[in-house]
Structures are given as structure tokens and as C-alpha cells.
């Protein structure tokens, strides 16, 4: 007991050093959201010109250059993809690292966003189409106002997942030398040299996270199926 005590003082206590922790946490949880901000709008974004070549046969090139971003996004790793941003986009530009992870994450993100949300607008009977032409909307009047409000609560599920892998993904940040929660517990691991206790801190914090995470999303899961009866 007095092995783990003193350990823990000497990780968290001592220095104040868990505040590498808590700040690490708040950075961490900024990247999440607006990465997933920006994943979002680019997978709708993405995913609406993708289904309208599927339906319609329209928009080529641009279904085109679509596809070309879904399979180098989804074909590289991430780390890559965040080093080949902040390195070589950004590496003679005086940008905030947060800013650099966010657009990475988002670019990231937005790709597989695309393929939720074009699934969920493809599932839509091609009757709804038709349903919107009987009252008189044109293709995109359409979409707006039948399919995808449909095709959003269908998917919602999937992205509420999305935004949780996304948390983990963060995780590289550090790889930027930006002080996530994974490069805080590095920092105190780096002054202590003490691995066991920085390394467990940062596990059950993300742990809890995704915990909670994954309780709303199971409690959004059942709202949604309890509307549709």
C-alpha cells in the first residue's frame, strides 16, 4: 500500500503534475468536438454528392474527386495523415497545432462519415422520391425536406460511434509535439520515470469516457426505436 501511495504523490501530487492530466483532457476533448464538427459537415457534404451521382448520374467529376478522398483518407493512417498536414501543409505557416489536429482529425473523420450518412440516404425507399415530385419539389428540395431528415435518424446511431473512435484517435496528437491527454501522461511518465501509474491514468480516463460516450449513444439508440412505433 505505501508503494502506491507514495507513487501516486510522486506522479500526481508532487509538482502539481496532474494538471498535465486535466489540461491534457480539456485539449483532448476540444479536438473531439470540433474535429467531429468538421467531419460532419464535410461527410454530408461529401456523402450528398455521392448519393446524387448514385441516383441521378449527375455530378461525375465531382463524385470523382469523392472518391478519390474517401480511398486515400481511408487507405493511409491517420499519424500519416496528421504528420503530412502539420509537416508539409502547414509547415512554413504560423498556425496553432490545435488548429492543424482539428483539420487533420476533421478531414479524417468526414470520410468515414460519408460513407454513414450515404448508406442512410441510400436505404431510403426510392418511393420518398417520388413522394416528393407527387407534391411538387425539385431533386434538392427533396433531399432537404424528406430524405435527409430521414437519412439523419437513421445514421444518428452510427455517428454518435464515429465521434467516439474519434476520441481514441486524438490520441496521436502528441505526434505534433500538442499536449493531448495521451502527451500529458508522457510528460509526467518523462519526469518520474514512472510509466505504470501515467500510462493507467490516462487508460481509465479514456476508458470513462468512452463509457459515458457509448451510454448516451445506447440511450439515443432506444429513444429512436421507441419513436418508431
Known sequence: MDYFVEHFRLNFIEGERWRYLTNGLL???????????????????VAMIRATHDKTGKLKFLDLICRIYITIIRGTPTVVQLLIIYFVLFGSVNISKVVVAIIAFGINSGAYVTEIVRSGIMSIDNG??????????????????????????????????????????????????????????????????????????????????????????????????????
Open 128 to 229: 420518398q422520391f417520388e413522394a416528393g415530385r407527387s407534391l411538387g419539389f425539385n431533386y434538392v428540395q427533396t433531399m432537404r425536406y424528406i430524405i435527409m431528415p430521414q437519412a439523419f435518424k437513421n445514421v444518428l446511431p452510427a455517428l454518435g460511434n464515429e465521434f467516439i473512435v474519434l476520441l481514441k484517435e486524438t490520441s496521436i496528437s502528441g505526434y505534433i509535439a500538442l499536449e493531448d491527454l495521451t502527451k500529458g501522461g508522457d510528460i509526467i511518465r518523462s519526469r518520474t520515470y514512472d510509466a505504470f501509474f501515467p500510462l493507467l491514468a490516462i487508460a481509465l480516463i479514456y476508458l470513462v469516457l468512452v463509457m459515458i460516450f457509448s451510454k448516451l449513444v445506447n440511450r439515443l439508440e432506444r429513444r429512436l426505436r421507441n419513436s418508431e412505433h
Open 27 to 45: 485539449v483532448t476533448l476540444e479536438l473531439t468536438f470540433f474535429a467531429a464538427l468538421l467531419g460532419i459537415f464535410l461527410g454530408f457534404l
